[in-house]
């Protein structure tokens, strides 16, 4: 499991390769989280104000929503 938190002021945005399509666009308070699948792990992506965040890891799409809910 990765947990990635990043800055972006000044520094171009992160991208992420994926291998297959958006698997769904989670809404949680406002914040619009993409989760996707990538080789054999599952991914969230989103971003709040000047940061990026991603979650990585060998987890069901259940268990990432799940994740996301904690925040």
């Not at 945005?13 to 699948?37: G, P, R, T």
């Amino acid at each position: 499991m990765i947990i990635s938190i990043r800055q972006t002021i000044g520094v171009q945005a992160e991208q992420v390769e994926k291998n297959d399509d958006l698997l769904e666009v989670y809404m949680v308070d406002s914040v619009e989280y993409y989760i996707f699948s990538n080789t054999e792990t599952m991914n969230a992506a989103w971003s709040i104000g000047e940061f990026e965040c991603i979650i990585t890891g060998k987890i069901t799409l259940e268990e990432m929503k799940r994740m996301i809910d904690s925040i």
